[in-house]
Every structure is written in structure tokens, then in C-alpha cells.
């Protein structure tokens, strides 16, 4: 059941007044997890029609998620969801995965967005889209980036769920690649599964494996 106020149009109201005619929501999912892919949603919602219980992912519980899914596919104009790989992630950083799976979501697309919002502070959209709003707390408050959130969420989610088939010690099923006390015994037990972020600094403190150390990655220059 959804929680919390509704996020509204409000923004992209504002958006629209000002003669962006596209606008996309944007939210990233799995920058804290331990394990698998980051993966960042985009969104554009039509003008009129709405979905109900619509909230930021965080929000909402996995099957309430799982449920409003198709619905929010279906309402959409245009959605994508860009993923970035662990080896990705390990070979780029952080911010330079997160730019990329933000542009692989807006290519996703199939149209070109006029303006972008996004939640808090750190702008990774920029320059996939011309114009971005960064906003704090956009996903509780923006539909189209709780849209996204959702979008995200789940697809990463199922995608966790099946690497967990694969790599079963470590509950990926139900961790989702998040440190919890049963991802870090399976850690301390089993070492990283093949799919775990070997720079990190979890690998120092939760792998005491002599043979399997923590990656440390050159400094390379951003990918913009």
C-alpha cells in the first residue's frame, strides 16, 4: 500500500508553463549495493492520465512495486531503464557509471527529452539532456521522477532475483546486493561472488581471504 503524500505534476507543470515540451523524470538505483549492477530510470509521463499509489520507490514494499509496474509502463509516453555493470562500475567509478547509465536510459528513449529533473545535489544527467533540474527530494515530490524510481527499482530488483539463482550463498534475492548481516557472514564465508564491486572498500573489512583482495583502480579521466 502506498505511504506518504503523492508526488504531483507541480514541476513538471512549471516545466511545460516554460516551454519545455519533454520532460523526464530521472532516478538511479544500486549506487550503495555491494554487489551487481547501478541502473538509472527515465520517465515521461503524459499530460493528463494518472496512476494511483505512485510514490518513491523507497516508499513502497516489493510486491506494491512489482504490482504498479506494468501499469506504470503502460502509462508512460516513453521509459528506459540503463544499466551499468559491477566490472562497469569497478573500471569507471562511481560517477562515471552513473553518467553512463544515465545516458544509455535517455537513448533508451527514443525521443530527446527537452529537460531533465532529478533528485538532490549531484547532477550525472548532465549533458545527456540539455537542461537539468536537480531538485532534493524529487522522488517523493516530482511523479515523473518517482515513476522512474519504480521503473528502476524493479528492474533491478528481478535482475538481482535472477543472479541469485546463480549465486545463491549470498541472498541476492532478498539483499539485492545491499549489505545486510547475512550478506557480510556470506562475504566473511564464501569471499565476493563473481558479481560483487571489487574496488569498494567492503573488501577490506569483510573478505578475509589473503588470495582475493580488493581491487584498487587507476585514476582515469571521466568518460564527459
Given at each position: 500500500m502506498a505511504?506518504g503524500?503523492?508526488?504531483?505534476?507541480k514541476?513538471e507543470q512549471?516545466l511545460?508553463?516554460?516551454?519545455f515540451?519533454?520532460?523526464?523524470?530521472?532516478d538511479e538505483?544500486?549506487r550503495?549495493?555491494w554487489?551487481?549492477?547501478?541502473?538509472v530510470?527515465?520517465?515521461?509521463?503524459?499530460r493528463?492520465?494518472?496512476?494511483?499509489g505512485v510514490?518513491?520507490?523507497k516508499?513502497?514494499?516489493?510486491?506494491d512495486r512489482?504490482r504498479?509496474?506494468?501499469?506504470?509502463a503502460?502509462?508512460?509516453?516513453a521509459?528506459?531503464?540503463?544499466?551499468?555493470?559491477?566490472?562497469?562500475?569497478d573500471?569507471?567509478?562511481?560517477?562515471d557509471a552513473?553518467?553512463?547509465?544515465?545516458r544509455?536510459?535517455?537513448?533508451?528513449?527514443?525521443v530527446v527529452p527537452?529537460v531533465a529533473?532529478s533528485?538532490?545535489k549531484?547532477?550525472?544527467?548532465?549533458?545527456?539532456?540539455d537542461?537539468?533540474e536537480?531538485?532534493v527530494?524529487a522522488?517523493r515530490?516530482c511523479?515523473?521522477?518517482?515513476?522512474?524510481?519504480?521503473?528502476?527499482?524493479?528492474v533491478?530488483?528481478r535482475?538481482?532475483r535472477?543472479?541469485?539463482?546463480e549465486?545463491?550463498q549470498?541472498?541476492f534475492d532478498?539483499?539485492?546486493?545491499?549489505?545486510?548481516?547475512k550478506?557480510k557472514a556470506?562475504l566473511q564465508g564464501?569471499?565476493?561472488?563473481?558479481?560483487h564491486r571489487r574496488?569498494?572498500v567492503?573488501?577490506?573489512?569483510y573478505v578475509p581471504w589473503?588470495?582475493v583482495?580488493r581491487?584498487y583502480?587507476?585514476?582515469?579521466?571521466?568518460?564527459?
Open positions: 505511504r503524500r503523492a508526488p504531483t505534476r514541476i512549471e511545460w508553463g516554460s516551454g515540451d519533454t520532460v523526464v523524470g530521472i538505483v544500486g550503495g549495493a554487489a551487481g549492477p547501478l541502473m530510470g527515465a520517465a515521461i509521463l503524459p493528463d492520465k494518472r496512476v494511483q510514490r518513491d520507490s516508499m513502497l514494499t516489493e510486491p512489482e504498479l509496474f506494468d501499469r506504470i503502460d502509462w508512460c509516453v521509459w528506459s531503464v540503463g544499466a551499468v555493470s559491477q566490472e562497469e562500475c573500471e569507471m567509478g562511481m560517477a552513473q553518467r553512463l547509465a544515465c544509455r536510459a535517455v537513448d533508451g528513449l527514443g527537452d529533473v533528485d538532490g549531484w547532477n550525472f544527467v548532465s549533458p545527456c539532456v537542461v537539468v536537480m531538485r527530494k522522488d515530490h511523479l515523473s521522477v518517482a515513476a522512474a524510481s519504480i521503473l528502476a527499482k524493479v533491478r530488483d535482475e538481482m535472477r543472479l541469485s539463482d549465486f545463491p549470498w541472498s532478498t539483499n539485492k546486493g545491499y549489505p545486510c548481516p550478506h556470506a564464501y569471499g565476493p561472488s563473481a558479481i574496488t569498494w567492503f573488501m577490506d573489512n589473503p588470495g583482495a581491487v583502480r587507476p585514476e582515469q579521466p571521466t568518460l564527459f
